[in-house]
């Protein structure tokens, strides 16, 4: 790649706006899977499927469906809102469910939706 290639698409050396966006999601993911093991007195679940979705489903929203690339700083700007709402969403649901199936259960079935369902808007919303 020559150094106008690597200008035009925002990277500076190893970081590229995609790499940025899976540092802040991750960022994001680490304070809300703290919070969802002391809260569900659970680790397993509350620690893997909430980090593979904050933390996956923004840069592929953005790799395949995005329709702007923006440079470093924009992008870090864009992961930021797109974990943060990712990350709402697993909470909001997994607090509505985990009275009725418990925290593992609420956990899983938070996952089964936000996926899927975010999956679909990237797809048929904004996709190309």
Not at 19 to 24: D, N, P, W
Not at 44 to 63: E, G, K, S
Not at 75 to 102: D, K, Q, R, S, Y
């Amino acid at each position: 790649m020559s150094n106008r290639e690597a200008d035009a698409s925002g990277s500076t050396g190893w970081l590229n706006p995609e790499k940025a966006i899976i540092i802040v999601c991750a960022a994001i993911a680490l304070p809300v899977v703290y919070f969802l093991t002391e809260r569900l007195g659970t680790i397993t679940y509350p620690a893997i499927f909430p980090t593979l979705a904050i933390v996956f489903m923004p840069p592929f929203v953005y790799r395949s469906y995005w329709s702007n690339r923006y440079d470093v700083v924009r992008a870090t700007g864009w992961g930021l809102v797109a974990g943060i709402a990712v990350a709402a969403e697993f909470l909001a649901i997994i607090f509505l469910a985990a009275p009725a199936l418990g925290g593992d259960g609420a956990v899983l079935l938070a996952f089964g939706i936000v996926v899927p369902v975010d999956y679909a808007v990237a797809r048929f919303v904004i996709g190309r």
